[in-house]
């Protein structure tokens, strides 16, 4: 195909302080902007209502290629990961990520998440939401520690793990998000659609198997019953300390003994995640009491959140040599403190996107410029675009996701642009977004069908379309 590039002057932002000059080097002239959506017989799932909405926002999409990524992108959930099931009544959503035959708690509930805000107008997407509530309580029932599982009990490729893996599981990577993910799910369905229907006997008996984790993982009463370690050259994949991972001091925090990224943490107390548990407890004591299910549930949720946002305050928090007060990535209640950042979400990036943190805060507006820098060891900045990357990957590659958050937590319209502007240069032509790139080559990338990054940019793209529409005109 052929290509040329071309420099683009505009404004760019590093560490959120505006530069002024010569911009990336833009890619991709010569595509042809033909739809890579399934055709419809192909398709998992469909959606009139979604359907509907992708061509009401192409419309307002100036730009031809930003048009056909997002209505490449935003779709691709549905179209290629959904398998929806019914029995007896009953529904059930598995939600593959992609190229993996396996379905993420944290995945799973980002991937189908752009489309909540049309349940009310859908009777087919509300039963896609409800069954993907009740697979994940059926999830949860089986293995609150897991973080990916099976359609079935047909085993893993990580059956030799050390750790109690099960048929129904593909991985038992223990990630406090995975359990958060599946309570933020429910809330909002909740609150969007009005239905309380999914809040039955299974689901309150895995909320407090949820709850009862996250206290197991706050080791008051020794390390638990969570331990993990693998056969392998890569460092992140196995857990030190015997698969207990390092020491920590217990003072109200939770253990994550693994990322969003599924990479081990080196200080176990990730503190993205308890900020998101946080969240997830006051809205799982929320559902407990508004509804009658549970008052003592309501009550060990609050008292948690309580005692884990105390711990963030006393923990978390520290003078940072250049930013002023910012919170660290992880610590272990000893006093260490790791200072980075990762793309996967939860991140420190995202919390405002979680609902943990206002965009404000000044807390958070010093973090922020701190991980959108070089003083963040996973930053780069290449020919093409900046970001943030992680461990899981590797050095010098940038994760979309990263930029997509970058934009989703901006309140400044030439940042979100430049994002954009970022965006479309590192597609590598495809249309849609990947697990990460290279700084400087687009074209070297992973996993061509990752569906959470594509469905993440779409919601990008439909967030923009409803509150700052104008952008979508001038990019």
Not at 132 to 143: H, Y
Not at 311 to 328: E, F, P, Q, R, V
Not at 422 to 449: Q, V
Request: charged content about 20%; proline content about 5%.
């Amino acid at each position: 195909m052929e290509r040329r590039t071309f420099v683009r002057n505009s404004v760019l932002f590093a560490g959120g302080l505006a530069l002024t000059g010569a911009g990336f080097v833009a890619s991709a002239q010569g595509l042809s902007y033909v739809s890579k959506r399934p055709v419809q017989a192909d398709r998992n799932f469909i959606s009139p209502s979604v359907d509907k909405i992708i061509e009401k926002i192409k419309g307002q999409i100036s730009n031809p290629e930003l048009s056909w990524m997002f209505e490449n992108c935003f779709p691709n959930t549905l179209d290629t990961t959904v398998q929806y099931s019914e029995q007896s009544g009953i529904s059930d959503t598995f939600v593959i990520t992609g190229d993996i035959d396996a379905m993420w708690l944290r995945d799973s509930t980002a991937q189908v998440w752009p489309y909540l805000p049309l349940v009310a107008e859908d009777e087919e997407l509300k039963k896609l939401f409800k069954g993907l509530i009740n697979r994940q309580t059926k999830c949860v029932l089986i293995d609150p520690y897991a973080n990916a599982f099976n359609k079935g009990a047909e085993g893993s490729h990580w059956e030799s793990d050390q750790t109690e893996m099960k048929p129904e599981l593909h991985e038992r990577k223990w990630e406090i998000d995975s359990l958060c993910y599946t309570i933020r799910l429910a809330y909002h369905y909740w609150k969007t659609s009005g239905d309380d229907s999914c809040f039955n006997t299974k689901w309150v008996e895995a909320t407090k198997l949820i709850v009862k984790t996250f206290q197991e993982q706050q080791r008051k009463k020794g390390k638990g019953p969570y331990s993990f370690q693998r056969k392998t050259t890569k460092p992140y994949d196995s857990l030190s300390g015997g698969g207990f991972g390092n020491p920590v001091n217990p003072v109200g925090l939770i253990v994550s003994s693994f990322r969003p990224s599924d990479d081990a943490t080196v200080l176990p107390f990730l503190i993205p995640s308890n900020y998101f548990a946080v969240v997830s407890l006051k809205q799982l004591a929320e559902i407990a009491s508004h509804l009658n299910l549970e008052s003592k549930l309501a009550e060990e949720a609050l008292l948690l959140a309580s005692e884990v946002e105390d711990a963030l305050t006393n923990y978390a928090i520290s003078d940072h040599l250049h930013y002023g007060k910012i919170l660290a990535f992880e610590v272990d209640g000893f006093g260490n403190k790791l200072f980075m950042d990762d793309a996967n979400i939860p991140s420190l990036l995202s919390l405002p996107y979680l609902g943990a943190m206002e965009g404000a805060d000044s807390l958070y507006i010093n973090t922020r410029k701190f991980v959108l820098s070089t003083n963040n060891p996973w930053f780069y900045k290449g020919k093409y675009a900046e970001g943030i990357g992680g461990p899981h990957v590797g050095v010098d590659m940038i994760w979309p996701m990263s930029i997509i958050m970058r934009a989703m937590t901006s309140n400044d319209e030439q940042e979100i642009i430049s994002c954009l502007q970022m965006l479309i240069a590192t597609h590598a032509e495809t249309g849609f977004m990947h697990e990460t790139f290279h700084k400087n080559n687009p074209e070297k990338f992973t996993r061509s069908w990752f569906a959470w990054a594509n469905t993440l940019f779409g919601e990008l793209i439909f967030k923009l379309f409803r509150e700052r529409p104008s952008v979508l005109t001038i990019v």
